[in-house]
T-cell receptor, first 114, second 114 residues
């Protein structure tokens, strides 16, 4: 199947700093990528839809100024958590699809804000 | 919008027994239903999926059934093995486009006891 790579897998940052997470589709072009957030023992919650060359679409309740998404190319989307706080600590996962039904997930990024 | 419910939240079975996880969805336009297996700290992995023009699909020990009228779909795992222990998520596509964007169920933690 297609490969989606997410980096970093783990990051610890100080409160108030910003963290950038990258999501790359390695062997296909993805016009759309999706960013999910997963709290411990909970399901994946869609945060935003990242569209190549245009602004991201955010789900209700997700602060677009706090979670900056950039989809600069057909193989790369980035999520930047700005001015991170401890409550932003979570598991962030991206996904992308080629031209088929299946969605391929990145490895996920465990963010810890101290 | 789409709402996906999943039951049970936890399930323990003896090795060799069968496990059944059930999901319901609310959006009649949804037409793609994947099931994901997620091991602790890892990305969700697609294990089986079904499209709305099919009532049942089987892949070795795993099967999925779909009742589009009742908006129910279920995952069946036969001859369970300890390595089947994980969290399983059902999902339903948003609307009737390619199943790239999903609403996930809350998950079922399956434990297979040796």
């Amino acid at each position: 199947g297609a490969v989606v790579s997410q980096h970093p897998s783990r990051v610890i940052c100080k409160s108030g700093t910003s963290v950038k997470i990258e999501c790359r589709s390695l062997d296909f072009q993805a016009t759309t990528m999706f960013w999910y957030r997963q709290f411990p023992k909970q399901s994946l919650m869609l945060m935003a839809t990242s569209n190549e060359g245009s602004k991201a679409t955010y789900e209700q309740g997700v602060e677009k100024d706090k979670f900056l998404i950039n989809h600069a190319s057909l193989t790369l989307s980035t999520l930047t958590v700005t001015s991170a706080h401890p409550e932003d600590s979570s598991f962030y996962i991206c996904s992308a699809s080629s031209d088929k039904w299946e969605a391929f997930f990145g490895q996920g990024t465990r963010l810890t804000v101290v | 919008g789409e709402n996906v419910e999943q039951h049970p939240s936890t399930l323990s079975v003896q090795e060799g027994d069968s496990a059944v996880i059930k999901c319901t969805y609310s959006d009649s336009a949804s037409n793609y239903f994947p099931w994901y297996k997620q091991e602790l700290g890892k990305r969700p992995q697609l294990i089986i999926d079904i499209r709305s023009n099919v009532g049942e699909k089987k892949d070795q020990r795993i099967a999925v059934t779909l009742n589009k009228t009742a908006k129910h779909f279920s995952l069946h795992i036969t001859e369970t093995q300890p390595e089947d222990s994980a969290v399983y998520f059902c999902a339903a596509s948003i609307g009737d486009n390619y199943g790239q964007n999903f609403v996930f169920g809350p998950g079922t933690r399956l434990s297979v006891l040796p």
